[in-house]
């Protein structure tokens, strides 16, 4: 089972969060999990669209209202 990371990225817009979480997923080894938290909702569609390109695993929750939190799994 890989590491588990957070990264909160609320306040920021696009294409930071995309820029960020594709920075610290490149350093985790596969298997592991990283929990970003946005409070954007294209950043939400864009991480959704990259992670489908990936072929990583991914689950989104709304936490509150417009706060969301995608669970992402590297894998390869």
């Not at 294209?42 to 936490?63: G, H, P, S, T």
Request: with cysteine; hydrophobic share 40%.
């Amino acid at each position: 089972m890989g590491e588990k990371i957070s990264l909160e990225l609320l306040g920021e817009v696009c294409p930071v969060p995309l820029l960020k979480t594709e920075d610290k997923v490149k350093n985790l080894d596969d298997g592991s999990r990283l929990f970003i938290k946005v409070d954007h909702t294209q950043a939400v569609r864009n991480l959704m669209d990259w992670c489908e390109e990936k072929d990583y695993i991914f689950e989104v929750d709304e936490l509150a209202p417009g706060i969301w939190e995608l669970k992402v799994t590297k894998g390869n």
